[in-house]
């Protein structure tokens, strides 16, 4: 029988991974604060645990989003065409306050609005968090009074969306807890946050890829069905899922995931969609009916055509790229040496639907980038596509001021706007590159270079395959011409001298 104290050292949790040990961009930001952690660091021994002090960082930084959207707040939501564009903080929340009946006291999907649109466009949980909002704001004072109070509202309720969302994808990968940093700093999420509702969906998905971590698949499923109740873009997940359950033969927690979003879904849903069917349809009739608009390489081919698309081809054609896509990543999970990640797959299918998709409102990058943390925590891999979004959030808001400045042509003109989609569809191919190259390469991947196999899996997680095509078929064969520590499946983690030399 072991004693007391073999068994306690052999059931020691592994340390945290330390992001300054083996990030060249980590180590040299570390030195504004004092320089990377050393060995003698007491770590765990405070209340500034790694989550907590990423929460108080996103915070921070929610809050300085909020400072940057001041001049619009105090005026250029309400006076001037083009000085929300110029002053790039313009939001959705105020303008839809008035303009989807919430000022008039309508019910969101019952009630017809006058307008341009018939009915709230957005899917039910969404309606329900601005209704929450809208029962939350003092209904006196000027429209404009009222329309400020509402925005702070929202962004008060999607600063709690933040914040889950960083404590989520610090605890998703149990060793690297200090992923959740580049969630918190990321100049796109800070600048996006409160231009629409996004961040409820994200937070909601980023719970659902915890417990799916965790071993709790059915706890996963409802909150990825309430996800998609609030966002479309979250149902996409169960594609990787489910080829990757494939791949490892676990059908049960799928199956169990499946059923839990698909109540959840529908639990949120049902009611509308009996009661008002079509109010709670205008989302979908509006998302196909919608034309080609701003982000989209459709834009682009459209503004130099003679004749462009029709806005049933372009939905076609999307489907087909998406489809295609679809199909690519399903060929890579089941033929890649050895089974992908779970956060890299759901990272790929969501930039391919916004690769693919007619529209990219500047807000859709929310959607990434807990998942790209999750897919690829590589400081300068993540920095470099947060440039390129950067780029075109100040581009379409340049764009739009300079086709609402009239004669004046402030801004940026169309040639420099189409640039400005190249950079975000350069940089979001360039990270979906780095992943596959990850799956194709796992010593390439920083989460697996310590031997582990998927902390974000949870039942895949060192689970073996029984269903693999291809390359799969034969034992996992390592890059050639790569001088770094080579990964097998259940390997023990590298040691401390092995690990500084990646």
Sequence with gaps: MPSA???????????????????????????????????????????????????????????????????????????????????????????????????????????????????????????????????????????????????????????????????????????????????????????????????????????????????????????????????????????PLLLLCWRAGKWRPFGKALGGAVVAWFAVNLPVMYFAFDGWSKFYTFSQERGVDFGSFWLVLAQHSD?????????????????????????LTLTAPRRPRFAQLAFLIVAAFIITNKVYSPQYVLWLVPLAVLARPKWRDFLIWQACEVAYFLGIWMYLAYTTSGDAHKGLPTEGYQFAIAAHLVGTLYLCAVVVRDILMPERDVVRRAGGDDPSGGVLDGAQDVFVLGPAAHPPRHAAHFDGPQVEWGSQPVREDDERSL
């Design 307 to 331: 004749d462009p698309f029709t806005t049933k081809t372009v939905n076609t054609f999307a489907m087909l790229l998406m489809l295609v896509s679809a199909a690519g990543i399903a060929a």
């Design 5 to 239: 104290e073999t068994t306690q050292a052999s059931v020691r949790e592994p340390e945290p991974v330390r992001p300054t040990k083996d990030d060249e961009i980590a180590v040299a930001g570390s030195e504004l604060i004092g320089g990377p952690i050393g060995r003698r660091a007491l770590l765990g021994t405070s209340w500034w645990t790694p989550v907590r002090v990423v929460a108080l960082v996103a915070i921070g930084m929610f809050a300085l989003g909020l400072v940057q959207k001041a001049p619009c707040y105090n005026g250029g939501w309400f006076f001037g065409a083009s000085s929300q564009y110029t002053h790039a903080c313009y939001s959705d929340i105020p303008h839809l306050y008035q303009g989807r009946g919430f000022a008039d006291g309508l019910v969101p999907y019952f009630d017809k609005i006058s307008g341009d649109m018939e009915y709230l466009e957005y899917p039910v949980l969404t309606g329900v968090f601005m209704e929450v909002a809208a029962w939350l704001t003092p209904g006196s004072g000027t429209i404009q009074h009222q329309e400020q109070w509402y925005w702070f509202v929202n962004a008060g309720m999607l600063m709690v969306c933040a914040a889950i969302i960083v404590v989520c994808v610090s605890r998703t990968h149990a060793r690297r807890p200090w992923d959740g940093l580049l969630v918190a700093l990321a100049p796109a999420f800070v600048l996006t946050a409160t231009i629409n509702w996004d961040l409820l969906a994200v937070a909601l998905t980023a719970a659902a890829m915890l417990m799916w971590s965790r071993g709790r698949s059915l706890a996963f499923g409802v909150l990825l069905g309430l996800a998609t109740a609030a966002k479309l873009y979250p149902f996409l997940l169960l594609g």
